[in-house]
């Protein structure tokens, strides 16, 4: 006796579902990638160039205290971003599992530590908020202790947010060569990702060898910029090629 048509419809999975899955699996996380960019250019760039005057302690401390929602805001887009990095991590390691189950785990661990060390980053900016807006903390200093107080944690995030990049570098050289070799995506993005990985890679070293270097150059920051919105862009708009990433996984 052959099996009744409604037990195979809930013990197979159909073609359709599995055609859908590594889509919908590079879609979602094309969207995470653009979603953590647009935030990032709340916490990372339009909230600090508001408020934070360089080299005027007080001046930062009185913007902060007179914008407190608009810091709060970037604490938010923060949060934004590391809930949308763990996520994508997963979505990543099972995106790339069927090229190198090892390699895709490396390359994912490393992006959870720096997700992890700019989590706790931002107690820095808790300090900041306090101190700048008045907080129990706050009034067990003078004006000038909190004003120094304030621009050594900034500086403190600051060096805590390069520290976490650092273990972006290998991510990125990892993902680079996953895509490269995955045949289920264009080797372009693969090397361009490559390019982004020397340009953090360069970046990372500049920060810790040459003193006073504060700003990447356009050059490098005009390579990671491509990688990283042509890479995110081509997963939401074109996803993989989903007969060639089946292939990889029965390879495994």
């Known amino acids: 006796m052959g ?9 197979e999975p159909t073609a359709g579902a599995a055609t859908r899955s590594p889509l919908a699996t590079a879609r979602l996380a094309g969207l995470l990638y653009l979603l953590i ?22 001046a930062t401390v009185g913007r902060i205290a007179a914008n407190a929602p608009l810091f709060r805001l970037g604490i938010v887009a923060e949060y934004v971003i590391l809930l949308s990095e763990v996520a994508l991590c997963v979505l990543l390691y ?18 959870l ?6 989590g706790a980053n931002m ?25 120094s107080l ?41 090397l361009l990702l490559l390019l982004a990985g020397g ?23 005009l390579l990671i910029a491509v990688a990283e919105i042509a890479f995110p862009l081509w997963l939401l708009i074109k996803g993989v090629a989903v007969e060639r990433w089946q292939q990889r996984g029965l390879a495994l």
């Open 3 to 11: 099996m009744p048509s409604s037990a195979l419809s809930r013990n």
């Open 37 to 58: 960019a647009a935030a990032a250019a709340v916490a990372h760039a339009y909230v600090p160039a508001q408020l934070i005057v360089a080299g005027d302690a007080a």
């Open 94 to 111: 099972v995106l790339f599992r069927p090229v190198s189950v090892s390699l895709a785990l490396m390359m994912t661990s490393f992006r």
């Open 113 to 118: 530590v720096m997700t992890a060390i700019h």
């Open 123 to 147: 107690l820095n900016q808790f300090v900041v908020l306090n101190l700048s807006s008045g907080g129990d903390t706050a009034a067990l200093f003078a004006p000038g202790q909190r004003e």
């Open 150 to 190: 304030v621009a050594l944690f900034l500086d403190a995030y600051g060096a805590g947010f390069a520290i976490g990049i650092v273990f972006l570098v290998p991510h990125v050289f990892l993902l680079g060569y996953l895509v490269l070799v995955s045949g289920f995506l264009p080797r372009l993005l693969g």
């Open 199 to 221: 340009g953090y890679l360069l970046d990372s070293v500049a920060l810790l060898v040459l003193p006073g270097y504060a700003e990447t150059p356009a050059v490098v920051a």
